[in-house]
């Protein structure tokens, strides 16, 4: 074997130990993370919890939610409704008027 020949094997030995040594390394981060985010045990330790807010949460749309967007709709649509006829009529008055020279 030459020498360009040996140096290439070299490199191309060192770049398949450094591959395995990575995948070694990922396959370890792999096992880690799967031990400590197993959903199912999490689900498990916490459904009492999870329950509770559940049934908050669905308690609050079915009965209170509601009420207050009607209510925020209520007041929001003539508030808008106002502000953009008196924005409008902004725009005309200064449409009229010629602009103003310092």
């Known amino acids: 074997m030459s020498r360009d020949q040996r140096s290439r094997v070299d490199i191309e030995?060192?770049?398949g130990r450094e591959r395995r040594k990575i995948a070694e390394t990922i396959d370890e981060l792999d096992v880690r993370i799967q031990?400590?985010?197993d959903l199912s045990r999490?689900?498990?330790d916490n459904a009492g919890p999870l329950m509770a807010a559940g049934a908050?949460?669905?308690?609050?749309?079915g009965f209170g939610v509601p009420k207050v967007f009607v209510r925020t709709i209520q007041i929001a649509v003539p508030l808008l409704v106002a502000v953009k006829i008196v924005g409008d009529a902004?725009?005309?008055s200064c449409e009229d008027q010629?602009?103003?020279?310092?």
């Open 98 to 102: 010629p602009p103003e020279r310092t």
């Open 56 to 61: 908050a949460f669905g308690f609050l749309l």
């Open 90 to 92: 902004r725009c005309a």
């Open 42 to 44: 999490l689900a498990a």
């Open 35 to 37: 031990s400590r985010m």
């Open 13 to 15: 030995e060192t770049i």
